[in-house]
C-alpha cells in the first residue's frame, strides 16, 4: 500500500484560495489512482476530486466544478487541490486516497491519510 500525509490545510475567509497537498511513499506513487475526499462535522464523507495515475484529472464533485483542480507530479510523489472561490460549506477534513481502481466511490480506496481540517469562514 502507499502511505499519505496531507497538508495545507487552515482557516481562510470566504471568496480565499488554498491549496492541499498530499505526500506519497511506499508502493510506486504513479501506479495509483488518486481521489480527495471531504467530511464536514455531522455528514457523510463525500467525494471531491479523481485524478488518474498518468495525471489526467477525471471528475469533480458537483458542488466544487469550476473552483477546485486536482493535479500531481508523479516524479514528486505528491498530488494537490488548488482550491479557489472558497465557501463557507468547504468547510471540512479533506483527505487524500489511493487506489488501483478508476473511481469516484470511497470504498474503492484502501488507502488514505490522516486528513486536513480547512476552515471558511463568512
Known amino acids: 500500500q502507499v502511505q499519505l500525509v496531507e497538508s495545507g490545510g487552515g482557516l481562510v475567509q470566504a471568496g480565499g484560495s488554498l491549496r492541499l497537498s498530499c505526500a506519497a511513499s511506499g508502493r510506486t506513487f504513479s501506479s495509483v489512482n488518486m481521489a480527495w475526499f471531504r467530511q464536514a462535522p455531522g455528514k457523510e464523507r463525500e467525494f471531491v476530486a479523481l485524478?488518474?495515475?498518468?495525471?489526467?484529472?477525471?471528475t469533480y464533485g458537483d458542488s466544487v466544478k469550476g473552483r477546485f483542480t486536482i493535479s500531481r507530479d508523479n516524479a514528486k510523489n505528491t498530488m494537490w487541490l488548488q482550491m479557489n472561490s472558497l465557501k463557507p460549506e468547504d468547510t471540512a477534513v479533506y483527505y487524500c486516497?489511493?487506489?488501483?481502481?478508476?473511481?469516484?466511490?470511497?470504498?474503492?480506496?484502501?488507502?488514505w491519510g490522516q486528513g486536513t481540517q480547512v476552515t471558511v469562514s463568512s
Open positions: 486516497a489511493a487506489s488501483g481502481v478508476l473511481s469516484a466511490i470511497q470504498t474503492s480506496y484502501a488507502s
Open positions: 485524478i488518474d495515475k498518468n495525471g489526467r484529472p477525471i
